[in-house]
Nanobody, 125 residues
Framework: QVQLVESGGGLVQAGGSLRLSCVAS????????IHWYRQPPGKQRELVAS???????NYADSVKGRFTISRDFAKNTHYLQMNSLKPEDTAVYYC???????????????????WGQGTLVTVSS
């Protein structure tokens, strides 16, 4: 089992910055991907940023050039740095981690998916 704990959300004015953190603990042999999703009020959840095990990153067009996804292996922590925030960035943000929990699981292709509890980001105009 893997636990993810998110933090860093809050209220910020348009143009401001926030850094979200996602701390992972538990049985992780190797991670496959890290995703950050968000769910604006009354809307569906959408993928915002991702990073794979080979460090390839991808971003939604709406956040390119403003958001940066990163990771600190030593701290088992993953980040989403959000700059130049806009009111339309208001949402609950979730981290999602895909991991292989053991070498046996990896050899079987048994990828497990975990979610953080979500953290609210509110951007005022």
């Amino acid at each position: 089992q893997v636990q993810l704990v998110e933090s860093g959300g809050g209220l910020v004015q348009a143009g401001g910055s926030l850094r979200l953190s996602c701390v992972a603990s538990g049985s992780i042999f190797r991670f496959n991907h890290i995703h950050w999703y968000r769910q604006p009020p009354g809307k569906q959840r959408e993928l915002v940023a991702s990073i794979t095990s080979d460090s390839t990153t991808n971003y939604a067009d709406s956040v390119k050039g403003r958001f940066t996804i990163s990771r600190d292996f030593a701290k088992n922590t993953h980040y989403l740095q959000m700059n130049s925030l806009k009111p339309e960035d208001t949402a609950v943000y979730y981290c999602n981690l895909g991991v292989f929990e053991s070498i046996a699981a990896m050899l079987r292709g048994q990828l497990r998916d975990y979610w953080g509890q979500g953290t609210l980001v509110t951007v005022s105009s």
